[in-house]
């Protein structure tokens, strides 16, 4: 009796897997260009896309020696808590963090130029490379930055 009763949950139990499983294999739409084109848009760079320069990472090295070498120090920035903070974010999150939240005796003190400059000195920091561009105080183009995964290279 038992034993009958265990064969009916079975069945029960696969048919139900099998009755869930079925609609997801009947979805062939989810690798489409166009559902990969809203995941990804094209207007979305990384960080490794060459997004300041290497003037304005130098102008940025000045920016943080006067205003943030006081409590951090450059290779701060590059380990565990930084990725936890900033890994896989859009620049505008760093951007804005730098410019509303620091220095954290003088918060939003910096100008938005200088932000930047200091953004772009981190990226340096962060082994990304430089390009011809450089880095704008527009959140609404940082946002379309991605902050990506920081290649092995030498420490600051
Ligand atoms: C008076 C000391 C002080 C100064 C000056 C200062 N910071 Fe900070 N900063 C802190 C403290 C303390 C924290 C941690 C705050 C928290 O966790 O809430 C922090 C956190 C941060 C973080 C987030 C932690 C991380 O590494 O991801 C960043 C980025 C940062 N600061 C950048 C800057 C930059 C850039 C400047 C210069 C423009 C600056 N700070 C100036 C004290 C300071």
Redesign the pocket.
Known sequence: MRITGWTIALTACIMGTFAGVAPAQQSPTATTPAANATVQPDSLRSTQAGVYTEAQAKRGAQ??AG??L???TPT??IGT??NQ??LSHPLSD?YL??SQQ????NPGS?DPNDAAD?VAY?LKIYSMPAGTQELAPDTVALKKILIDTRPKGPTP
């Open positions: 920016t943080y205003f943030c006081s409590c951090h701060s920035h808590l930084f903070n900033w760093l963090y730098v620091m220095p954290q005796d910096l200091v981190m």
